[in-house]
């Protein structure tokens, strides 16, 4: 089973830069594919991005090239730097976490089984 709490997030100007963490534990950490997802107001779950055990990195695309998700396994922690914030990229952020997710439904928020509490993310114009 895995623990996820996210932090970071917070009030920023568009053109802002962000970058949030997610700490993870109670499981082998390298075992598991960590990805975040975010939520606006009247909106489903959306992917964001997603890093595989192997490092391998994945974006929607409206966040590629802004958005860079990195992991730390000793320290158990994946972060998501943003930069270039813009307004429609107000949300809840999510961490979420499965050592059993295959390539295909990385994207899918019904392929993890740990999340996060969230962290809100408002961008202003």
């Known amino acids: 089973q895995m623990h996820l709490i996210e932090s970071g997030g917070g009030l920023q100007e568009t053109g802002d830069s962000l970058r949030l963490s997610c700490a993870a534990s109670?499981?082998?950490?390298?075992?598991?594919?960590v990805a975040w997802f975010r939520q606006a107001p009247g909106k489903e779950r959306e992917f964001v991005s997603a890093?595989?055990?192997?490092?391998?990195?994945y974006y929607a695309d409206s966040v590629k090239g802004r958005f860079t998700i990195s992991r730390d396994n000793v320290k158990t922690m994946v972060y998501l730097q943003m930069n270039s914030l813009l307004p429609e990229n107000t949300a809840v952020y999510y961490c979420?976490?499965?050592?059993?997710?295959?390539?295909?439904?990385?994207?899918?928020?019904?392929?993890?089984?740990?999340w996060g509490q969230g962290t809100q993310v408002t961008v202003s114009t």
């Open positions: 109670g499981d082998t950490f390298r075992r598991y594919a």
């Open positions: 979420a976490a499965s050592n059993t997710v295959i390539l295909s439904s990385l994207r899918s928020h019904q392929s993890y089984a740990y």
């Open positions: 890093i595989r055990q192997s490092g391998h990195t």
